[in-house]
């Protein structure tokens, strides 16, 4: 029966080493001329942090809203967050264009048209963003080492004007709501000042104190109470009765309070809702008019919103194709196609070496040609 087993494989190989060494020579050729031959890719790479958060100006707008009574505001990237959405930016339209025409892809790519430009572009183009570091990174591909930085250095210019231009968008939509409302409040505060005005003559009440303005305060805190006292009344009823411990003691707690709003003269109460809501106008509109100048300052910016670690220069090497690597997968190949020939024709040398063999193959080679002689005709 014909077998096989190493000694034979080794003495095939001893035998036949130089023939092989110049097929593992020729697979060596043939890996360095792939790694000459196979188009040059290159990657450009910049590195963007975010812009610096203005934390006073939208801090302060919070406070504002909060006394304002106004939900729902929200000044898109106000707190720095644009970093998020720079992937999207950057795939829009007005982005590619401004790209386009900076570099002149449509002579450098040699296209016809401003959507093929666009296409090879984005094929071109990857984003990522390293959250921890909070770095966006723009990556570009191609087989011009100068293009490829050319277009890099374009997008982190096309972003920064782009969020340069909105920024003064966003400043410009703030003044004028701050404008709006700024003269509503100053309208409000001399209603407010006349209101206690008019209430001070005639009832000869003496201006506002440090004494009084503890009173106000004191009177605040009281009606604070009260409102919250009876918020958790009408909670506690939708789940109890009346004769709930619970449910009776801060309903107790809610009559102290309420007596000792009951205590105070119904002058002195609304002297002081008067002269609390006159100081509350006031608050606002020194914020307003802080909020006005900010929103001005940041209309006229003109400053870069991106910081750029370091522009992009030309990359001297292509990352594709990795030549050694080329060159050490073809000879890898190469060997295994050599033993693979090796184990083929020792198991082919032991099989023509045994008569019986000889009949299996004759046999087979007939059935091989009656089945297949039967098809063709």
Not at 72 to 79: H, R, T, Y
Not at 115 to 126: D, K, V, W
Not at 329 to 345: D, E, F, K, R
Request: neutral net charge.
């Amino acid at each position: 029966m014909a077998s096989f087993n190493v000694i034979d494989l080794f003495v095939f190989i001893i035998r036949r080493w130089w023939k092989m060494l110049i097929a593992l020579g020729v697979f060596a050729v043939i890996g360095v001329g792939l790694a000459f031959l196979l188009p040059k890719r290159y990657k450009a790479e910049i590195k963007l942090l975010p812009p610096p958060q203005e934390s006073g100006l939208m801090g302060a707008l919070s406070g504002l809203q909060s006394q304002l009574g106004i939900t729902g505001l929200s000044i898109p990237g106000a707190g720095g967050g644009e970093i998020l959405y720079y992937g999207e930016i950057l795939r829009s339209q007005t982005i590619l264009d401004n790209v386009i025409d900076e570099c002149s892809l449509l002579v450098r790519l040699d296209v016809e048209n401003r959507a093929q430009a666009r296409a090879e572009l984005s094929g071109a183009t990857a984003h990522k963003l390293l959250s921890l570091e909070q770095v966006f990174i723009i990556e570009v591909v191609g087989p011009d080492n100068v293009l490829v930085a050319d277009i890099a250095n374009s997008y982190a210019r096309s972003l920064d004007h782009y969020l340069k231009h909105s920024s003064n968008t966003r400043g410009r939509h703030l003044r004028e709501f701050v404008e709006g409302r700024l003269s509503q409040v100053e309208a409000d505060m001399k209603a407010a000042q006349d209101s206690l005005e008019a209430f001070q003559r005639k009832h000869r009440l003496p201006a506002v104190n440090t004494e009084t303005g503890g009173d106000m305060q004191a009177f605040a805190e009281l009606k604070a109470q009260a409102i919250q006292k009876e918020l958790e009344l009408e909670y506690m009823r939708s789940f109890s009765t009346a004769n709930n411990p619970q449910y009776e003691a801060t309903r107790r707690e809610l009559a102290i309070i309420q007596n000792k709003l009951a205590s105070l003269p119904p002058l002195a109460s609304r002297y002081l809702d008067l002269s609390r809501n006159f100081m509350v106008q006031q608050e606002i509109y020194i914020l307003l008019v802080q909020q006005y100048e900010q929103a001005k300052l940041m209309e006229a910016k003109d400053t870069p919103l991106l910081s750029i670690l370091e522009w992009v220069q030309p990359p001297e090497e292509p990352f594709f194709p990795p030549k050694k690597l080329v060159v050490i997968a073809v000879l890898l190949v190469g060997l295994v196609l050599i033993v693979a020939y090796a184990l083929i024709s020792v198991y082919w040398e032991n099989v023509v070496s045994h008569p019986e063999a000889h009949e299996k193959i004759a046999r087979l080679r007939s059935e091989v040609k009656k089945s297949f002689g039967r098809r063709k005709r």
